[in-house]
């Protein structure tokens, strides 16, 4: 059963730092890309960025580019976003994805496929 | 703003059919697949239709996907109150470097 397991809600100052984690079971993990959306307080969905553990190739949404960083460390099948000064404007529910990517003649397929609980980061003074 | 243009509410009777239209344009929709996601209240998003009109195993088959052109469709049949939910839709954006790009989300209220 493919599972994604995320760290536990965060209470943070503005300005500190914070990495947040997914753990990923019962599949390859360097298989597949893995991601991460944003979700603020009674907001939609955004989509922030994706890694592939394989090779850690790594690509940004440009809303989020040098925002936040998306890392992976396949040893433990687990995927990181982090954030080096957060800001209030970080508050937000934030989900890691599994993401099915595949491209032909008729285009790109991506689709999020297995998604984490998801992870409360509150930022507040 | 969303890149992907969503109606911000629906809403039917159970047993009612309803739709939820999604508009896009030639970078996105009109050149890749399209994905809908159910969101229940206090849960994460669950993938509903992929590819246009596949569902994963499990979705029942009251839910299905159309695309056409630069816009997409999902239906829903046989209205539950169930069905309550928030609903997306995605697509790979060809843009830029490329990006998953959502909709703003359709609130479906089962009256």
């Known amino acids: 059963e493919v599972q994604l397991v995320q760290s536990g809600a965060e209470v943070k100052k503005p300005g500190e730092s914070l990495k947040i984690s997914c753990k990923g079971s019962?599949?390859?993990?360097?298989?597949?890309?893995i991601g991460w959306v944003r979700q603020m307080p009674g907001k939609g969905l955004e989509w922030m960025g994706i890694i592939y553990p394989g090779d850690s190739d790594t690509r940004y949404s440009p809303s989020f580019q040098g925002q936040v960083t998306i890392s992976a460390d396949k040893s433990i099948s687990t995927a990181y976003l982090q954030w080096s000064s957060l800001k209030a404007s970080d508050t937000a529910m934030y989900y890691c994805a599994r993401h099915y990517v595949a491209y032909d003649s008729s285009g790109y397929y991506c689709w999020l496929d297995y998604w984490g609980q998801g992870t409360l980061v509150t930022v507040s003074s | 703003q969303s890149v992907l243009t969503q109606p911000p509410s629906a809403s039917g009777t159970p047993g009612q059919r309803v739709t939820i239209s999604c508009s896009g344009s030639s970078s996105n929709i009109g050149s890749n697949t399209v994905n809908w996601y159910q969101q229940l209240p206090g849960t994460a998003p669950k993938l509903l239709i992929y590819s246009n009109n596949q569902r994963p195993s499990g979705v029942p088959d009251r839910f299905s996907g159309s695309k056409s052109g630069t816009s997409a469709s999902l239906a829903i049949s046989g209205l539950q109150s169930e069905d309550e939910a928030d609903y997306y839709c995605a697509a790979w954006d060809d843009s830029l470097n490329g990006d998953v790009v959502f909709g703003g989300g359709t609130k479906l209220t089962v009256l």
């Open positions: 019962g599949y390859s993990f360097t298989s597949y890309w």
